[in-house]
């Protein structure tokens, strides 16, 4: 079996998960920019993680034949103080010159205020500006449905970004409609205690179709499994799914997407 | 669909005992505990009509229970986290 994890956060796991990766058939890792837990004090701390995930976790996951994506931006959760937000996005167009990078993520909104908004719009505007992809984080629990709207609306008021060149991740049962309907693509992330289990995800999959959706893990420093994309590919064998219909999901699916940068190798 | 569509109810029966059973248990809890009077829990008890439902869209509908239903953004963000559950003012 071959698969792509297409949202992990590897800065924040152990060579023991690269290796776990490798041997359950990982050939490529995507990594957005994230919350780092806390929030960072200055642009230079964003500086330095931006250098991480362009120039030294690839050469990390190398070491286990899997390839290293990324994305750049600072997370909503940051976005409140958008005299930090816009220190940082300064920093993005440098470092979008670096081979690794797909695109602008993972951006969007965490509680739904005014200034995380207006941080969004401005992140659109960067990737309408350098013509990159988009890979986009919808809010936790409450939160999620009003955030998913606004960031749809967001989306549609840039004419020049394509849908099919954006996926919005974490999606669940109330939002995946909203989102693929209107010819974006769509992230189910597997969570042990929050998002999506296996099993809702391969509904969702029978629900609302095989196109344009891809299954992560999100695997970062909180509760999370990086190995949950393989242990959905089992959930699907038993619910009956061959191995062609597997494979589309964990693998051709995210190639499809991220292949749309010409710095995606496996094709 | 599968071609070969194995028994559901085999494959998912005991999961979701387990999760019922654990759900009526974590209720009795908070009774004995006196603390069931929370808006979380009050969120729960009114999503739990939709397991009763005939129509399909469970799932999505009890999602939309536990959801924020306003339509503007807020003016700031003071916390970072989420509830499961929205504000009764909402």
């Given at each position: ?267 | ?12 029966f005991m999961d979701a005992r387990i999760k019922l059973i654990d759900i009526a248990a974590f209720l009795d809890r908070l009774d004995r505990h006196g603390q069931a009077d929370d808006y979380r829990i009050r969120a729960l008890r009114k999503a739990f009509s939709e397991l009763d439902s005939k129509e399909p869209g469970r799932a999505s509908r009890v999602l939309g229970a536990l959801s924020d239903h306003t339509e503007e953004p807020i003016d700031a963000a003071d916390i ?11």
């Open positions: 079996m071959r698969y792509i994890e297409p949202h992990a956060h590897m800065v924040s796991r152990t060579t023991d998960d690269y290796m776990a990766l490798a041997m359950a058939g990982c050939k490529a890792v995507n990594e957005p920019a994230f919350w780092a837990g806390y929030d960072r004090a200055s642009a230079q701390g964003f500086y330095d993680y931006f250098r991480q995930i362009t120039e030294y976790e690839p050469k990390r996951a190398a070491k286990f034949c899997i390839e290293h994506y990324c994305w750049l931006c600072i997370n909503p959760k940051e976005s409140e103080d958008p005299g930090l937000a816009r220190e940082v996005m300064a920093l993005i167009p440098d470092f979008l010159k670096s081979p690794n990078v797909l695109g602008i993520g993972e951006i969007g909104l965490n509680k739904n205020s005014r200034n995380e908004l207006m941080i969004l719009e401005e992140h659109i505007q960067i990737a309408e500006d350098h013509d990159q992809m988009i890979l986009v984080h919808t809010p936790h629990l409450e939160d999620k449905l009003k955030g998913t709207k606004l960031i749809i609306d967001a989306l549609l008021n840039h004419s020049k970004i394509d849908p099919s060149r954006v996926i919005i991740d974490h999606v669940e049962e109330h939002t995946a409609p909203l989102v693929l309907d209107r010819g974006f693509w769509a992230g189910m992330t597997l969570y042990p205690e929050s998002k999506v289990t296996p099993n809702r995800a391969i509904d969702m999959l029978e629900m609302y179709g095989t196109e344009r959706v891809w299954m992560n893990s999100a695997c970062d420093w909180g509760v999370s499994d990086p190995l949950s994309v393989p242990k959905a590919a089992l959930e699907m064998r038993k619910r009956g799914y061959d191995d062609a219909f597997i494979d589309r999901i964990i693998y051709s699916n995210p190639a499809q997407f991220m292949g749309q940068s010409e710095r995606f190798g496996l094709k | 669909m599968p071609g070969n569509e194995p028994n559901l109810v085999d494959l998912g970072q986290g989420a509830f499961g559950a929205p504000p009764e003012s909402n």
